[in-house]
């Protein structure tokens, strides 16, 4: 038996526009590194609150879960 290595010439230099790994956060602007899901600790909260979708973009009525959120986050603290 032989064992016959098929070594294929990697033909596909181009970059699939998908697979575009990300070193930092995905949140608009945001330069922090990534923790969880893409985003950084402080998106992934907004994340889980509603307040950036998946793909890193604010949804529709962001301001009024912003405020939302911040409102939590002032009780929550004081
Ligand atoms: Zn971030």
Redesign the pocket.
């Known amino acids: 038996m032989s064992q016959e290595k098929k070594v294929q010439a990697p033909k596909n230099q181009q970059q699939a526009p998908q697979a575009v790994e990300r070193s930092h956060?995905k949140?608009d602007g945001?330069k922090?590194g990534v923790e969880k899901f893409g985003?950084?600790m402080?998106?992934y909260d907004w994340y889980m609150s509603g307040l950036l979708r998946g793909d890193g973009q604010k949804p529709i009525d962001f301001e009024q879960k912003y405020q939302q959120y911040m409102a939590r986050r002032t009780r929550k603290a004081a």
Request: charged letters at 25%.
């Open positions: 956060c949140a945001c922090k985003f950084c402080e998106h």
